[in-house]
């Protein structure tokens, strides 16, 4: 492709954008007259006319509709690509919005973005803490958070933290007056504190495994929240077993607040992965960022 070529389809962009050669060329720097005659010369070289012209407005052929279809996802990438290139001459600047759980942000992001900023100061970052399975390109979020099983296939992903287990919990307390579970048919006779999933609505069943065998159990209890927090606040308090991550309690354990049961049917799983759009062109910010985040054993 020669040089004039990637001119006069930029003209021709630009003309099909603005629906004016008056305002095309005022936006291009040149003149109205030098414009028509690029577009002349484009059309007369593709053997297609590409523009229909009236007194009042320019707009598209159906072969110009065709090559805007081909032109811009184009031009963009390589408009992106430049704009990269040029970060990398200055200080990695820009705000970055993710998505991600409650959990993640305490025990994975915050600790590395804390160490992070105070280096960048032209680096800002968003976190918006959310149980739900956000679509960060409609919410216009550079990335999200979230467990590596839940990933959507078309993502970018990594591994930004070590596996994670679930843990089955209760206080001495609460087990003075019941017997423990040993299988998860026993927390049918439990009062259980259940989780409100602010994504479907409804309560977190229990997910259990064992020697390759899955259940799902729907508990029941007098207690409900969408806290984690305080479903560990519930269950210290003797007032019900809870179904918590592992390593939000482990200080309980060692302070003999909490003892766990049914350890054997909560097998660790992949942990947390940051992904965003496999399309999306990072920034020098955003790149930092992921290597502060990227997980290594």
């Given amino acids: 492709m020669q040089r004039e070529d990637l001119v006069d389809l930029n003209a021709f962009l630009t003309v099909a954008k603005e629906q004016s050669f008056t305002r095309a060329a005022a936006k291009l720097g040149t003149s109205q007259s030098a414009l028509s005659h690029t577009m002349r010369r484009l059309e007369a070289r ?48 820009g705000t970055i919005r993710i998505t991600t759980g409650e959990h993640a942000a305490t025990t994975v992001l915050w600790p590395a973005i804390e160490k ?32 590596g099983e839940a990933l959507a296939k078309d993502m970018v992903a990594v591994r930004i933290g070590p596996d994670l287990r679930m843990a089955v919990v209760g206080s001495p307390a609460y087990f003075e007056t019941r017997p423990m579970p040993h299988t998860p048919q026993d927390l049918g006779d439990h009062q259980c504190i259940n989780l409100r999933m602010l994504s479907a609505g409804g309560f977190y069943a229990w997910e259990l495994e064992k020697d390759g065998r899955e259940v799902r159990v729907r508990v029941e209890g007098q207690l409900a929240f969408n806290n984690i927090g305080m479903i560990i606040c519930a269950a210290t308090a003797g007032l019900g077993l809870g179904f918590v ?18 350890k054997e049917w909560c097998p660790s799983f992949a942990g947390y992965h940051l992904y965003y759009p496999s399309r999306r062109q990072p920034s020098a910010a955003f790149t930092l960022l992921v290597e502060a985040l990227r997980y290594r054993v």
């Avoid at 280096?119 to 958070?145: K, Q």
């Avoid at 991550?245 to 049914?262: I, K, N, P």
């Fill in 245 to 262: 991550m592992e390593d939000q309690v482990e200080v309980h354990f060692a302070q003999g607040r909490l003892v766990r049961v049914l």
């Fill in 46 to 93: 593709l053997g297609v006319r590409l523009l229909t012209r009236t007194t009042r407005s320019v707009a598209p052929t159906e072969a110009g509709e065709r090559l805007l279809d081909t032109l811009k996802p184009a031009l963009d990438s390589i408009g992106a690509k430049l704009t990269s290139l040029g970060e990398l001459r200055e200080k990695p600047a």
């Fill in 116 to 147: 992070l900023l105070p280096n960048y100061p032209d680096i800002h970052v968003e976190l918006s803490i959310d149980s739900g399975l956000t679509d960060i390109v409609t919410e216009r979020f550079d990335a999200g958070v979230r467990l």
